[in-house]
């Protein structure tokens, strides 16, 4: 069974520039989470999806992120204008609907906002 | 809203010999408990998980953990520590029901010396 890919693994961007995130869940995953996870920290939740639904995104910048996942399958992040604080790894997670909140992760994209 | 204590930022430990990490959790009610590994660029794996029923459960390359409720611990165990287990880890808090939010701790990082 093939896990979550992500891409790309890394990205290197200029303050003020938009980069954009690509996640695919395990098949038939019908949950899936963005996090944010800053160098020494736990991963945060940026946004849930349940199929094509948001279920959380109370910790989204909204002003500056979004993310979107099109006919319940992958989803992309985008981040628009980037800031400094924003270098982090984003790993995209997937979960069987009501799977008793069993994660599976992907290898992450490690972006540095320069 | 739930949150994870885990009290130690970083542990050494010598080839061979026992580990314990610690965990505290805070939830109002019965709690899903995990723990994940995290290598070096690489996502999130999950080591165990408890939902219900005996406390003390057992998972992947050979870890256990003890679910404890009156002191609302979920702290995690190895007997002979290999090198290859150095590495980040996890412990995680869910929450119950249909909307599956999981809060990570902010992890406590291994390392193994021969």
């Known amino acids: 069974e093939a896990g979550v890919a992500q891409s790309p693994r890394y990205k290197i961007i200029e303050k003020r520039q938009s980069v954009a995130f690509w996640c695919n869940p395990i098949?038939?995953?019908?949950?899936l989470y963005w996090y944010q996870q800053i160098l020494g920290q736990g991963p945060k939740l940026l946004i849930q999806?349940?199929?094509?639904?948001?279920?959380?995104d109370s910790q989204l910048p909204k002003d500056r992120f979004s993310a979107e996942r099109l006919k319940g399958v992958d989803s992309t992040l985008k981040i628009q204008p980037a800031k400094l604080e924003d270098s982090a790894v984003y790993l995209c997670?997937?979960?069987?609907?009501?799977?008793?909140?069993?994660?599976?992760f992907g290898a992450g994209t490690r972006l540095s906002v320069l | 809203a739930q949150s994870v204590t885990q009290p130690d930022i970083h542990i050494t430990v010598s080839e061979g010999a026992s580990l314990e990490l610690r965990c505290n959790y805070s939830?109002?009610?019965?709690?899903?408990l995990f723990w994940y590994v995290q290598s070096p660029g690489q996502g999130l794996q999950l080591l165990l998980k408890y939902f219900s029923g005996d406390t003390l459960v057992q998972g992947i390359k050979g870890f256990e953990a003890e679910f404890k409720r009156s002191q609302s611990s979920f702290n995690l165990r190895k007997p002979s520590v290999h090198w290859s287990d150095a590495a980040e880890y996890f412990c995680?808090?869910?929450?119950?029901?249909?909307?599956?939010?999981?809060?990570f701790g902010t992890g406590t990082k291994l390392q193994v010396i021969p």
């Open positions: 995680a808090v869910g929450a119950g029901g249909g909307y599956q939010k999981v809060t």
């Open positions: 997670a997937s979960s069987v609907a009501h799977s008793k909140n069993i994660q599976y």
């Open positions: 098949s038939g995953h019908a949950t």
């Open positions: 999806f349940q199929n094509n639904g948001v279920v959380d």
């Open positions: 939830y109002g009610a019965t709690p899903y």
